[in-house]
């Protein structure tokens, strides 16, 4: 595996931070050229149910499809879910060439389900609420595979929508489609084949209907 060597300088510090915040953080590393197999260094993977080599998560993708992500150095107090749906307050530190360019994040998952017991004395540390619209708030998930992630993403978008796959119309099927892009899921190897079989449609439709969306 080919590291990238300014995301290969923050390696160390997943120690440190492990050993820092103790058994109920998981700390990781993604190297986003590599986005199938994004994560090169974690400790404490049991949180998530990761390891090296799992892919990047649906908010990874999205930090590197949305510009809005360039002038931002980090996430901090967010709501995680787990594959074993545990709830995860989560922090990522976005790492950035020199012009700008996102190679990788530095993440840390604290497990807070013990603090959950306790919620009457810690309401003020687990409130994830905001002021913000709820298309606006971020929320992370966290999948074991590139395939995970794809089919994950995929079916969040088509629950969005109060009819089955069979019996959307074309421009409910564009939607999704569009959802989707935005979501940056087409950015992993495979997802316009796994959008196909989800929507009940060709490869080719779903390439001619990103191409329409590209023409807007």
Known sequence: ??????????????????????K????????????ENSIVAIRNGYISGR????????LALKIMKSVKYNAVDYLSDYKGISKFKKTLKSATYIIKEEDNTIVG???INMDVEKA???RE????????????AD???????????????????????????EVPPERMDQNEKIRVIDLLNEEGTFLIKGAVSETAK??????????RYLSKIKKK
């Open 105 to 107: 994040m530095l993440c």
């Open 135 to 161: 298309d606006e708030r971020v929320l992370e998930t966290f999948s074991k595979s590139a395939y995970e992630l794809t089919f994950d993403n995929i079916y969040k978008v088509v629950g969005k929508f």
């Open 198 to 207: 989800a929507l009940k449609v060709s490869e080719a439709t779903i390439y």
């Open 116 to 118: 959950f017991k306790m």
């Open 51 to 58: 390891e090296i080599g799992s892919p990047a998560t649906d």
């Open 1 to 22: 595996m080919v590291l990238n060597k300014l995301v290969s300088n923050y390696i160390k510090l997943v120690d440190f931070l492990a050993d820092f915040l103790g």
């Open 24 to 35: 109920d953080a998981e700390v990781v590393l993604h190297d986003l050229t590599n986005l």
């Open 121 to 132: 004395y810690l309401d003020a540390m687990l409130d994830f609420e905001n002021d913000k």
